[in-house]
């Protein structure tokens, strides 16, 4: 073979490559745009009165086997019967429901019922797990979906919480469920920069679904949270709950949102989330005529961290959020 063929064959075969590449990176953009718009599906199916939620609270409880750690599983705090309130309170990611174990009480000593569910994925007793990375956002909007369904028959006015990806979660329920009352959305992970730009995410979500997972707790494992969470995130897992987020942005774009209202709750001092995405999907709310949407912010001079909530975290100044928190979700 002689060098000019040896060169064309070599050229061809870099074409040839570049090629694919394209091919397979305009499929992955087109499959992620498809699966963006089904995540506003969903079949509701609510529960018809106490006894029913308690009994898919059970089957919630029926699937979490030996492998959670017994502080994370899902809880509930009821009086007995269907109450004139009830809260469901969502934990963010790596986290679970022991992230609450102070702030739930609040709100049941107040007459509510309280529903504290453990996320897909989270609350496993190994806290170096790789099980993040198996996470989809279809089981986050499914999660969101049963958890309003189980609130329907455990009180007659719904609130639903969550922060970071709870509060994700939290935007997609009322983005689509209108028997919620109250939709408390606080520092959600829309986006985990403050980058800002649309192109930008969306390029991250291909990349996160096309490279291997990364596992933080491998090679940089928390060292000071709280003893029930992980000790790291996994990559993959930033992707599909943006792309989760993208969708929520999609149907807030087209229409105003289902919830009878929404309390967005930020954090000026939050570098770990999107603000300027958040701030997008509130302006979304707003151009669609929603006018039921109140703000918070807490300040930066305050110098709170992204978890507000868990008692657990080092730097948690729980005297200071709490009873603001309780004073905007009850009133």
């Keep these: ?45 609510q529960a018809l009165d106490y006894d029913s939620a308690i009994a898919r609270y059970a089957e919630l409880q029926a699937a979490e086997d030996d492998t959670i750690n017994p502080v994370c599983r899902s809880k509930i705090m009821t009086h007995g019967t269907k109450t004139e309130n009830v809260i469901v309170l969502v934990h963010g990611i790596t986290n679970c429901p022991e992230q609450f174990a102070e702030f739930a009480p609040l709100f049941f000593e107040r007459g509510y019922n309280v529903l504290i569910p453990r996320m897909p ?3 496993l007793a190994d806290r170096m797990t790789n099980e993040l990375k198996y996470l989809t956002a279809e089981e986050l909007r499914d999660c969101s979906n049963t958890l ?28 689509h469920r209108s028997e919620i009352d109250k939709a408390v959305v606080i520092a959600p992970s829309i986006g985990f920069t403050n980058l800002g730009a649309d192109r930008l995410s969306s390029f991250a979500i291909m990349l996160f679904r096309i490279l291997p997972n990364i596992g933080t707790q491998h090679f940089s494992p928390f060292s000071d949270g709280p003893q029930h969470s992980y ?17 929520i942005l999609k149907s807030a774009k ?5 919830a009878q209202s929404i309390l967005m709750v930020t954090n000026a001092a939050d570098t770990a989330v999107n603000s ?56």
């Design 148 to 175: 309003v369904d189980i609130a329907c028959g455990l009180g007659d006015h719904v609130t639903f919480l969550g922060l970071s990806v709870g509060g994700v979660m939290t935007a997609w329920a009322a983005q």
């Design 276 to 331: 300027k995405i958040n701030r997008e999907l509130v302006n979304f709310w707003r151009a669609n005529g929603y006018d039921q949407i109140e703000e918070y912010e807490f300040s930066a001079d305050k110098k709170l961290i992204h978890d507000i909530i868990d008692p657990q975290q080092v730097q948690q100044q729980a005297d200071l959020v709490y009873p603001i928190l309780l004073d905007l979700i009850t009133r």
């Design 121 to 123: 994925r989270n609350g």
């Design 231 to 247: 000790l790291g995130f996994s990559s993959r897992s930033f992707g599909v709950v943006m792309r989760f987020g993208k969708s």
């Design 254 to 258: 087209q229409k105003k949102p289902a």
């Design 1 to 45: 073979m002689n060098k000019r063929t040896a060169s064309r064959i070599a050229a061809l075969a870099a074409i040839g490559s570049g090629a694919l590449l394209v091919a397979a990176v305009i499929a992955t953009k087109m499959r992620i745009q498809s699966s963006i718009v089904s995540l506003a599906e969903h079949t509701d199916n």
